[in-house]
């Protein structure tokens, strides 16, 4: 087991199966694309099929592996059957990515309905929690794991009008904590990546308060939004052989809005 688990530590991205929840959009759909331009074999989930298998299309045209299947990451059964899916068809479980998430309602905190914090923190973090609790025992039987959390700088500081999508993010970020100090002598580690605003569907909303997004950009230090591919870039990173000593990370990618 040991001899394995360094000559794993020391395979690149080739060859590893990944699964990546939310891929149908945005940052997921990034993320299992460069995963795939690597040579990873890639399980694209989503709750919006046909997204994730549009993103499975252009992974193919570009020569890469991958498939689609329908998940809603609040769903243990279907957690179970993507998990037992990639077991069957791969034999291995390397990569997760938690991607799935929703923004929830623009609301102050008086007037958020419980029915609307139970679907934000349902999504965001059983979504993370349920997932990450299901690819670890595969992980662990092969002595090796690379476990990225989506969450966001609103993990790292408050926002007006956010509570239930702040506080999911926050509760990712002492989860992945806990889990990397659980399982880092099994060779799995897990970090959570924080990015700004990026240029999504999420993180451009229609329904934002006029100039938000603006007023947030000029207080930063590279004033523009994210693109995914930017995002992807160091999930990339963090589930390469250069990165086997990061775990239980936050690691801000949000052109400075954090850092003032
Ligand atoms: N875009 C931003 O500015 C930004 C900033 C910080 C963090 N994030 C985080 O990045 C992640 C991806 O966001 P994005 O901007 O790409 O958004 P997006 O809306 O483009 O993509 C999110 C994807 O998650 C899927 N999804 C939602 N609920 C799901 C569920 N229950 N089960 C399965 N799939 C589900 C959606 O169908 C969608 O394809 C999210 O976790 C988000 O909180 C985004």
Redesign the pocket.
Known sequence: MAQQASSDNREGIRGRVAIV??????????IAQCLASEGARVVV????LR??ERTVSEIERDGGESVAQF?????ST?IDAAVSAALARWGRIDILV??????GPMLRVDAIAEHQWDHVL???LK?TFLFTQRVLPAMSERGFGRIV???????LVGAPLSAA?VA??HAVIGFTKTVALEWGTRGITANTV???????????QPDRIPDHLERVLARSAIKR??E?SE?ASLVLFLVSPAAGYITGASIAI?GGITAG
């Open positions: 929840t939310g891929a149908a959009s945005g940052i997921g759909r990034s989930l989503d709750r919006n997204g994730a998940c809603d990451v609040t769903r279907m938690n991607d799935a998430g929703i923004a349902d999504v965001n979504g959390t989506i969450a966001s700088a609103h993990g999508y999911s993010k924080c990015p700004g605003y990026v240029d999504t569907p999420m993180g451009v939004i994210a995914p995002i949000d």
